[in-house]
């Protein structure tokens, strides 16, 4: 009963803003397997345009509704062998929406052990049970006089065998059950309390020890904090509806009895009122409280892999600073500062470990090493990680710059997240199999600043650290969202077949692992690929891989130019044209691109390839290979600020944004500790949705508000008045909840915030005001 991708299509349309035959051409794609980087670059004219984000909706739609549709077989082929299955019964189960509203369906029929409905049943309370059911002006207790038998002893076990009948039903009923499921998610309440000894333990928890917010509107920080506090047994979380209702029979028992009927003063009404408050304390309110719980989740989840997914976007997209010669430090204390030199290409020259801070203390033998490694190699560029010793090994480098003659290398603070993970890793084992794992790290973080994109991609996307409670979501839609962004960026930058290293050339669309290390390693036995024909020589790499893989690769001085661009192999011919009508030779163009602004692209359009293609061919031939990423810029961290102690209210300083979440923005501002932009304080105007104003990776200027020492809390602002708006309105009162708990440290990498907290009286304030 699977759907055809029509009717497929027809329903996603609607959810991605499209038409019903642009779905179903993508879905054909998609089946074909073409990816979804390959299908929005290069099959415009087939989708109708349809965009990145829109194909991504699509495809994890489309696999939602084959498994809904997969379940509705499976459940159809259930009630059919059951004997059970009637026209209006196969109608509705073929209406069903949802896998929830499916399973409704199913419960009747669904295959269980022995319920006290079924032994009642047996012991012949099945006609009682209708009885009471049909005739409300009989009194049930008469009634049940008569099904007494040695089974059934008395009155109260006869009542009791067709109470658990009529409960059984009542659970089963699809539509009261759907009502009181919309009910439920229009009224529940989320109640958060502290189990009894376990304040203490607990303290990370405490703005949860007795929280109550509405279920529809808690945020995924506050509701990822409370089910994690509950998964570490510090916390109780349950859903509440009603609550406060004082009526003697609450709503939603109402509901139940209206089901059925029941609102008389009739001996039958009475008692079948009692059922139906019993059918929803042990049955209706439990698997609805369950289910609204997964709910919960699936949201919170579903907004936390969004802000994930969000930030390393940003951040692989951030701003490459170059082919140039970079030095790598990886800062340490006692274990000594780790260095590495590697060229433009990110090949490694040396490596050194020095001892600059105690107990050795050799700052004038760093120093000179350094400066010497600086002028052996021309080193242009200095990534400093921002793990422990940082700062101090900033200000060592900062001295050293000091007394060296120009032109002096700069100097950057790098985002260090997840560089030991990947020094551990096989993948660096392999890259570098006589280099010591302390000296990895090292090289990461020069390769790093060199080209972000290039670099992170070795490493685990969750490993990266710019996620809220990455540890607590869904990990395998966790994993599928992230490798979405990932394989995303990584096409809309393009790679150069020459130089990429095999986990970057795995992301490309249509290569895989196995191709991509073929890939290389037919690089390395025959020399650089001279035009992105010879990958048809690859080993496996056929033409199919090949139209999905061609147009993201780049060869930048190859024997045909077009292959430095982004047109792709099956349009050259088209790409020609273009140039020949411009009367230049294909490199003039590029360098001097003034002749194709004449043209009009409806020219060139034929059968094949349409108008956006056209466009697309036009703007490559102006710019080939065009990154989208920003230029290179850099944060300024304050002289003599290096600890959250030497921070002051009124501070101005610059910094870089190292997670955006939905309450607000996280800051490096160099004391090893992120600030907090609350969402109210990153413009002068309202803002929703902090990405709006922020992305991870941008240079900010901020204002310190409120410095918490104890705490590690670090409260800043964007905005113009220097946050006086947030101070002056500060309420008295407890101030909002946050989430409770980091993600776990590795090695010497610096904790990245997921936290909430900066402060009461920004956080309070902010409420307030919404």
Not at 265 to 271: A, C, E, F, T
Not at 519 to 526: C, E, F, L
Not at 548 to 562: C, K, V
């Amino acid at each position: 009963m699977a759907l055809p991708n029509q009717n497929l299509a027809t329903r996603i349309a609607q959810e991605i803003g499209a038409k019903p035959d642009q779905a179903k051409a993508a879905i054909e794609l998609l089946d074909g397997g073409a990816t979804v980087p390959f299908i929005a670059r290069y099959r415009k004219e087939v989708t109708g345009g349809l965009d990145d984000t829109q194909l991504r909706t699509l495809e994890e739609r489309l696999a939602y509704l084959r498994e809904l549709d997969g379940r509705r077989d499976a459940i159809l082929k259930s009630i059919t062998e059951q004997g059970k299955l009637t026209p209006d019964l196969a109608a509705a189960i073929a209406a069903a929406p949802t896998k929830a509203e499916l399973e409704d369906i199913y419960l009747p029929f669904k295959p269980k052990r022995r319920t006290k409905a079924e032994i009642a049943r047996e012991r012949g309370l099945g006609p009682l049970a209708d009885a009471i059911l049909t005739d409300r002006k009989l009194v049930p207790a008469d009634l049940a006089a008569k099904y007494l038998t040695d089974d059934v002893p008395d009155v109260k076990a006869a009542l009791d065998g067709a109470r658990d009948i009529i409960v059984e039903q009542m659970a089963e009923n699809a539509d009261l059950v759907g009502r009181l499921r919309t009910y439920m998610k229009d009224r529940a309440t989320l109640r958060a309390k502290v189990i009894k000894g376990k304040e203490e333990a607990g303290a990370k928890f405490s703005d949860y020890f007795d929280h109550t917010e509405r279920w529809a509107t808690a945020p995924s920080h506050r509701a990822l904090a409370m089910l994690r506090g509950r998964n570490e047994e510090v916390l109780s979380v349950d859903i509440e509806v009603d609550a406060d209702d004082t009526s003697i029979v609450k709503p939603a028992v109402r509901m139940v009895a209206s089901a059925y009927q029941v609102g008389g003063s009739l001996p039958g009404d009475k008692w079948l009122l009692e059922v139906a408050g019993w059918a929803w304390r042990t049955k209706l309110y439990v698997h609805l409280s369950l289910d609204l719980m997964r709910d919960l989740r699936e949201r919170a989840d579903e907004e936390a892999i969004s802000v994930f997914a969000r930030n390393l976007k940003d951040l692989l997209l951030a701003a490459p600073a170059g082919s140039r010669a970079t030095m790598g430090l990886d800062p340490g204390i006692r274990t000594g500062v780790k260095v590495a030199v590697v060229d433009g290409t990110g090949k490694v020259l040396t490596t050194s470990t020095v001892y600059p801070f105690p107990p050795r203390n050799d700052v004038r033998g760093t120093q000179t090493e350094l400066a010497a490694l600086i002028r052996a190699h021309n080193v242009e560029l200095i990534a400093i990680g921002n793990g422990t010793g940082s700062r101090e090994t900033e200000k060592l480098v900062a001295d050293m710059l000091a007394n060296m003659p120009a032109p002096k290398p700069l100097k950057v603070i790098v985002s260090e997240a997840g560089a030991s993970v990947y020094s551990a890793s096989a993948a660096a084992a392999a890259e570098f199999p006589g280099l010591d794992v302390s000296l990895r790290g090292a090289v990461s973080i020069a390769r790093r600043l060199q080209d972000p994109l290039a670099e992170l991609v070795k490493i685990e996307p969750k490993s990266i650290g710019v996620g809220q409670y990455q540890h607590d979501v869904d990990q395998y839609r966790l994993a599928k969202s992230l490798d979405s962004v990932v394989e995303d960026a990584v096409n809309a930058v393009g790679v150069d077949l020459n130089t990429a290293s095999a986990p970057l050339l795995a992301r490309v669309s249509g290569l895989g692992a196995s191709i991509a290390e073929a890939i290389v390693a037919h690089r390395d036995a025959n020399g650089p690929f001279k035009t992105r024909k010879e990958l048809l020589s690859v080993a496996r790499l056929g033409q199919r891989t090949f139209e999905q893989a061609a147009g993201f690769l780049r060869i930048p001085d190859g024997a045909e130019p077009l292959d430095a661009s982004s047109v792709h192999p099956e349009a050259y011919g088209v790409a020609r044209k273009i140039v020949a009508a411009c009367g230049r030779d294909v490199r003039a163009l590029m360098s001097d691109p003034t002749a194709l602004r004449a043209l009009d692209p409806r020219v060139f359009v034929d059968e094949r390839f349409g108008l956006p293609t056209v466009r697309d061919i036009i703007g490559e031939l102006e710019k080939p290979g065009r990154d989208p990423r920003p230029a290179f810029k850099t944060a300024t961290f304050a002289d003599g600020i290096d600890d959250i102690k030497d921070l002051k209210p009124g501070m101005q300083l610059e910094g870089t944004v190292t997670n955006v979440a939905a309450f607000g923005a996280f800051v490096d501002i160099g004391v090893h500790q992120d600030g907090l932009v609350h969402v109210s304080q990153l413009a002068d105007k309202f803002v929703k949705d902090p990405h709006e104003v922020v992305k991870a990776g941008d240079v900010v200027k901020v204002t310190v508000v409120e410095v918490d020492v104890p705490r590690k809390r670090i409260g800043l602002t964007m905005r113009r008045d220097g946050g006086a708006s947030a101070r002056e309105t500060r309420p008295q009162q407890r101030e909002p909840q946050r989430p409770a708990g980091r993600p776990q440290q590795r090695g010497n990498e610096r904790p990245q915030s997921n936290d909430q907290g900066a402060f009461g009286a920004l956080l309070s304030a902010a409420m307030k005001k919404k």
